[in-house]
Nanobody, 127 residues
Framework: QVQLVESGGGLVQAGGSLRLSCAAP????????MAWFRQAPGKEREFVAS????????DYADSVKGRFTISRDNAKKTLYLQMDSLKPDDTGVHFC????????????????????WGQGTQVTVSS
């Protein structure tokens, strides 16, 4: 059974930093491209960043480019999202998601393309 478990969320002031983690125990982590999405109250789930199965390729939403860094450690089966220079607009539940990568990495940004999801971790940025 695929299980993704996020952690690292919390309350932070604008300009601060947080590091999110997504653990994938018992999961063939290294053959899946991974992504982070977020959802603010009353809004649709939106793409934040993704990373290829090997970690060699990444993709970022324009709203976070230059502030957030996605990374992974395949030996530890863990995905990360380093979030710096946080803004109140970054507030929301942050989810990690997985999509099987069979060959070339594709920049997939649509949530319905991802087959596996974590339960989410809340990030709140105060102004």
């Amino acid at each position: 059974q695929v299980q993704l478990v996020e952690s690292g969320g919390g309350l932070v002031q604008a300009g601060g930093s947080l590091r999110l983690s997504c653990a994938a125990p018992g999961f063939t982590f290294s053959v899946y491209a991974m992504a982070w999405f977020r959802q603010a109250p009353g809004k649709e789930r939106e793409f934040v960043a993704s990373i290829s199965a090997s970690g060699s390729f990444t993709d970022y939403a324009d709203s976070v480019k230059g502030r957030f860094t996605i990374s992974r450690d395949n030996a530890k089966k863990t995905l990360y999202l380093q979030m710096d220079s946080l803004k109140p607009d970054d507030t929301g539940v942050h989810f990690c998601a997985a999509i099987r990568q069979y060959s070339t990495y594709r920049r997939v940004r649509q949530p319905d393309q991802y087959g596996y999801w974590g339960q989410g971790t809340q990030v709140t940025v105060s102004s």
